[in-house]
DNA sequence: CTCACATATTCGGATCTGTGAATATGTGAC
DNA sequence: GTCACATATTCACAGATCCGAATATGTGAG
């Protein structure tokens, strides 16, 4: 993997980063990994208000991460990449594992 | 992995994410990535202003991702928690990916 | 102690982002 | 067409973040 150049850094930040950069937003992804859903049933699991579930998805979708398909008249979203899982799960493992260091620097 | 829950992912916001979430900030933890370094030497190999740098790794400390060691009259920086680099990796496959899905829907 | 190098901090301003409330748009049932 | 459900968008505002410039602090050499 060669180094990113800072515009590649650039879009990188305004996509995936972006997207993965709002606890919410990792909730709804988190959510869709465990089954596609449309936005009310978004809202009503993680007891966000509908717009506001909107907008995120709106940015989720912007990244690639998300594909929205209507039915009928809801529409389901689903995640696309189930990658983004595995990378936030590794963000909680190193964020832990540092929580960890620190309480022992404490001791 | 058990789902996270909000107040794991406000946490996981306030550090990680908040540390990689700035394309300057992936930069320096590539440059650390590649050797550990002082300020001023970060600062002339990615050619951002000298006070810049400080205040990106003072956000990169923060979030337990980088150490800071003094020797002399210069400080070394370096990376704790080599895996950030490969979450950052990834984020690249999946953006790189995403771009190519989109440019097929194109055709 | 003084000077020069190395790093950190403060300040003001511009920009971005998220939110709630209200509203608009879209869709199917009847 | 009309109504109800589902989703998206607009608006004004609050808060966070980034930056350049200037300045302050810290450290070692002499």
Redesign the pocket.
């Known amino acids: 993997m060669t180094l990113p150049t800072i515009e590649e850094l650039n879009l990188l930040h305004a996509t995936i980063c972006?997207a993965v950069?709002?606890p919410?937003?990792m909730q709804i992804l988190y959510a869709l990994h465990a089954q596609s859903r449309?936005?009310?049933a978004i809202s009503e699991c993680l007891d966000i208000?509908?717009?506001?579930v909107?907008?995120?998805?709106?940015?989720l979708k912007n990244s690639g991460l998300v594909t929205?398909e209507?039915d009928?008249?809801?529409?389901i979203y689903r995640l696309v990449d189930e990658r983004i899982i595995g990378v936030a799960d590794t963000m909680r493992d190193i964020l832990r594992d540092s929580l960890e260091r620190q309480s022992d620097i404490l001791e």
């Open positions: 972006q950069g709002d919410r937003r449309n936005v009310t208000p509908q717009p506001t909107s907008r995120h998805l709106a940015v929205a209507r009928g008249r809801s529409v």
